[in-house]
């Protein structure tokens, strides 16, 4: 029998939907009105303004700012670094830091640890925190995020991005910039594009075909753009098919500013501009950090010498570049002042609140990834009779210094080895060096000062001695390691860590590995260790939060964000020599085409050391009952897939549900699978949960080159569920009509 509802229940609904409806309409209008308002508010400044005025609005006046017009009240644009806190101080015209004062701050963990996450809701905690601290800093513009694609495990800056994957990083760039820019502070999406080595980065050349550049490259770029409404964006340093990305015809004035209908502005990296003609015409808005020269050096009044100075003045007055192109950059540096120090009601931001210190260890402790646990080696229990030896150099060293433009200058900084001597307060934690790599500056490391070969005895002994040894090693942020300007050179371990492992575990084998990287290592060594957790840069909180996962206070569910090849010419990028990585002759060739990562991997069946996605936990998870709502599709449909999540351990604990998707029969090639989606889902023991996910069938398409758009195949579709992408736990088959 058909039930009907009672009449005062259906008016009841509604007037709810009516009132749904309104509200959304309302906000809907609010924004348009508000838009509608700055852009009158342009209208009306714009004649104002002498040619003069304009053409200073485009260009730097310091290091990190940007005039602004005194005699009809428009600041001066402030910047700062970067993607994971805001940069100390630095001088008017030199990098040398002006050495305040009042400039420490939150150093919240490393990008790649927030890709570790798998968890939106944190990103967007992040960029408001963060966010927050840049207002405090009186700052209107944040460098970051940085979403260049993770390409080879190499690449200096890769901690600074958000992973492989570009459906990955595209879904936590969103609510990060959505969180930063509640702050009345843009957001500065960076290096668009192609940004995905640090060698020769000034000049090299990338040649990339049109689907990878749409499917692999740019997404991050265009949601960052199109869902989180960036105010800001940075080229690049490189080239891409013979012309600087900074003011790249194709890359910005057609992708970014016409295709995706950004309204933001483009600000160049420092120094990446070289040329007056390009930058006026393929739309750069503000050039930043040139020198006289053009290379960056720095000679008396040099910021009337860039290349949108003086030299753009000459040639706006001499008609050869028009006064639209001009009024169109002016038009955008202003909306981004309204957006900014012009805006009502700014808030004021705070610095180092303990809310912020709480999500730096919340993002910090959800990122820490647990790859390997034999005999259940982690979590430890903090006893009496216990002892601890903690051996590496990156057990105490700061790893917010260094790394280039990213570095930090915190208000403190928790080195595991105070957060594991914090939080076991029973066991004996005893500490000794293992090694040394001396002190590192931009790009110069000073060698070590300490003799390599009595540290070496000395770890011996301590963990012959030891009831468990916790290797704390991995990599730094010293010049060619995770550092900006140049490459790592070597896959292995560096500083004779290989080798010192091999030594410790031959006298203990109750031996963990703490590795702090921001790139894969090679694990000649695994087979030595019996518990492997990959903890990243970790900000301020960095030994709080390891030392809440190796005691068991936080169940890890981090997952890799980027795959871990065996050997380095397992990576794709490394697969065809140097013309592929780094280049030859300044140009590279980006061979694997789209099949970056993971999806290298799966499509050539190379078994990666460890997967994209993959992660443990100290409790076990199934998943089960996985289906699709339906087995045919519309092109403008939604797939849903159901996903019952148990929790069969002992713990509470969190999984993420992965959703890839792949075509067989596809007419173009393509990558086994991809991810489409996934849900980060927290159970107590024996708690199960369902979770949905959804999949628009848009997302399927491919980037067609003959069309130069997105297409749509017909046909049948694998969908892959499962926690990792190489733990797939069920495969279905879908069609598209
Ligand atoms: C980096 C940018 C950074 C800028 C300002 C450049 O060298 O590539 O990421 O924002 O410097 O420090």
Avoid at 24 to 33: D, F, L, V
Avoid at 77 to 103: C, F, K, L, Q
Avoid at 294 to 318: D, I, M, R, V, W
Avoid at 545 to 573: Q, W
Wanted: glycine share 8%; proline share 4%; with cysteine.
């Amino acid at each position: 029998m058909k039930k009907i509802l009672p009449f005062h229940l259906i008016i009841g609904i509604v007037l709810i939907l009516v009132s749904c409806q309104t509200k959304k309409e309302n906000a809907t209008r609010s924004t348009t009105n508000t838009n509608q308002n700055i852009e009158a508010k342009i209208d009306s400044i714009l004649p104002r303004l002498t040619l003069e005025e304009k053409v200073d609005l485009c260009h730097a006046q310091s290091k990190f700012s940007t005039k602004g017009v005194a005699r009809l009240g428009i600041p001066e644009i402030w910047m700062s670094d970067g993607p994971h806190g805001v940069r100390a101080e630095i001088s008017w015209d030199s990098w040398d830091y002006a050495g305040w004062t009042n400039d420490s701050i939150t150093a919240f963990p490393a990008l790649t640890c927030l890709a570790a996450t798998f968890n939106p809701d944190l990103a967007g905690d992040y960029g408001f925190n963060l966010g927050e601290e840049a207002r405090y800093r009186k700052k209107d513009v944040l460098l970051g995020p940085g979403v260049n694609i993770y390409r080879t495990p190499f690449n200096g800056r890769n901690f600074e991005y958000l992973g492989e994957d570009p459906f990955l990083a595209s879904t936590l760039v969103v609510p990060y910039i959505k969180g930063v820019q509640k702050n009345g502070v843009a957001a500065c999406v960076k290096h668009f594009a192609l940004n995905n080595q640090e060698h020769w980065r000034d000049v090299v050349n990338v040649e990339v075909s049109d689907r990878a550049l749409h499917e692999i490259y740019l997404p991050a770029f265009k949601a960052a753009v199109q869902k989180g409404n960036s105010w800001a964006i940075m080229g690049a340093y490189n080239k891409f098919r013979g012309q600087y990305t900074t003011h790249h015809k194709l890359l910005t004035n057609k992708i970014l500013k016409s295709e995706w209908g950004f309204d933001g502005v483009v600000i160049s990296d420092w120094s990446s501009t070289h040329s007056t003609l390009e930058a006026a015409n393929n739309g750069l808005d503000i050039e930043m950090g040139t020198g006289t020269d053009g290379l960056g050096t720095t000679t008396e009044n040099h910021y009337q010498h860039y290349y949108l100075a003086n030299p753009f003045l000459e040639k706006l007055k001499s008609g050869e570049i028009s006064e639209a192109v001009l009024n169109d950059k002016v038009r955008r540096v202003l909306r981004l002042r309204f957006r900014t120090n012009m805006k009502a009601n700014r808030p004021l931001g705070s610095l180092n609140t303990p809310e912020h210190h709480e999500v730096a260890r919340k993002v910090a402790t959800e990122g820490i990834v647990l790859l390997k646990n034999d005999d259940n080696f982690f979590p430890i229990e903090d006893k009496a009779g216990l002892t601890i030896a903690v051996i590496g150099e990156n057990a105490t060293r700061s790893m917010t210094a260094g790394g280039g433009s990213s570095e930090l200058k915190p208000q403190f900084e928790i080195s595991p080895l105070e957060g594991i001597k914090a939080r076991f307060k029973n066991a004996k934690v005893l500490h000794t060096m293992g090694y040394e790599t001396g002190v590192s500056e931009y790009d110069v490391v000073h060698p070590p000062t300490l003799n390599q070969d009595s540290l070496k005895t000395e770890a011996i002994k301590l963990a012959k001695s030891a009831d468990v040894v916790l290797f704390v090693g991995g990599l730094n942020k010293s010049h060619l390691q995770d550092s900006e300007g140049d490459d790592r050179q070597q896959y292995g371990l560096p500083f004779g860590q290989e080798a010192l492992i091999n030594d410790i575990s031959n006298v203990n084998e109750n031996l963990g590995f703490i590795l702090l990287t921001g790139n894969a290592v090679a694990m000649p060594w695994l087979d030595r260790v019996k518990g492997l957790m990959e903890s990243w840069y970790l900000g301020s909180m960095a030994g709080h939060a390891i030392a809440d996962v190796v005691s068991g206070d936080v169940n890890p569910s981090g997952k890799l964000p980027f795959s871990f090849p065996k050997a380095l010419e397992d990576n794709g990028a490394h697969a065809f020599g140097e013309t592929s990585y780094p280049g030859v002759d300044m140009t590279q060739h980006y061979k694997e085409d789209i099949l970056v990562g993971y999806r290298w991997h799966d499509t050539k069946n190379i078994a990666p050391l460890y997967a994209f996605g993959f992660g443990l936990s100290y409790t076990a998870f199934e998943l089960e009952n996985i289906a699709s709502d339906k087995e045919n599709y519309t092109k403008n449909a939604h797939i849903k897939i159901k996903c019952d999540v148990s929790n069969t351990g002992n713990l509470a604990g969190a999984e993420v549900v992965q959703v890839y998707v792949g075509k067989k029969d596809s007419k173009v090639d393509r990558a086994l699978k991809e991810l489409k989606g996934f849900t980060k889902v927290t159970l107590d023991k024996g708690e199960q949960k369902s979770v949905t996910i959804e999949v628009p069938v848009e997302a399927l398409a491919f980037y067609n080159e003959e069309k130069s758009d997105w297409e749509i195949e017909t046909g049948d579709y694998q969908i892959y569920v499962g926690n990792a992408s190489n733990n797939i736990s069920e495969t279905l088959k879908i069609t598209v009509k």
